[in-house]
Structures are given as structure tokens and as C-alpha cells.
Nanobody
Framework: QVQLVESGGGLVQPGGSLRLSCVGS????????MGWYRQAPGKQRELVAT???????NYADAVKGRFTISRDNAKNTFYLQMIGLKPEDTAVYYC?????????WGQGTQVTVSS
């Protein structure tokens, strides 16, 4: 069984930055798809960004140019760097890992963008 643990959420003013981290309980990130999703109150969970083993990234239109997904396999960790945060980015952010038809989720971390 794999566990994913997020960290790095918090309260930030509009225009601010945060970096989210997702640590895997064991070395599994050598192949598969790593991703970040978010869910705002009253809304469905939505894809934010993904990165595959080869390094190709994909972003939701709402975050392109502001968010960057990256990974460090040696640390069993992947990240979401967020800059230029907006109030509409407020949500619970979840990390996700998919490998050979299996899917794992983290517990979520709250990001609140407010003045």
C-alpha cells in the first residue's frame, strides 16, 4: 500500500505564492502519472496539473503560467509551485498518483487566498 502526504497549504494574500509537496511512503514514482487536483466548496474536484515519468507536464487553463508541477524521484516527492495566487484558487488541493491502473490520493491540504 502506498500513502501520499501533502503539505504546504495555508493562507496567502492575492498575488502571493505557495509550494505544495506530496511525499510517497516508498519509492514508487519512477513511472506513472503524478498530479494535483483541487476541490472548492460546492464544486467538483478538478485537475490542476500532471507530470508523467518522462517529464511531460499538463496544466488546466486556469493555472497555466502561474503554477508549475515538478518531481524529485530521489526524495519520493512531487511539488506544485504556485505564484500569482487568486481568490478563485482557494480550494483543498489533493495529490494523486496513478500507476498500472491503480490510483492513490493524498488527504488534501487547504489553500486559502484572501486579503
Amino acid at each position: 500500500q502506498v500513502q501520499l502526504v501533502e503539505s504546504g497549504g495555508g493562507l496567502v494574500q492575492p498575488g502571493g505564492s505557495l509550494r505544495l509537496s506530496c511525499v510517497g511512503s516508498r519509492s514508487i514514482f519512477s513511472f506513472g502519472v503524478m498530479g494535483w487536483y483541487r476541490q472548492a466548496p460546492g464544486k467538483q474536484r478538478e485537475l490542476v496539473a500532471t507530470i508523467v515519468s518522462g517529464g511531460t507536464t499538463n496544466y488546466a487553463d486556469a493555472v497555466k503560467g502561474r503554477f508549475t508541477i515538478s518531481r524529485d524521484n530521489a526524495k519520493n516527492t512531487f511539488y506544485l509551485q504556485m505564484i500569482g495566487l487568486k481568490p478563485e484558487d482557494t480550494a483543498v488541493y489533493y495529490c494523486n498518483f496513478q500507476q498500472l491502473g491503480r490510483v492513490w490520493w493524498g488527504q488534501g491540504t487547504q489553500v486559502t487566498v484572501s486579503s
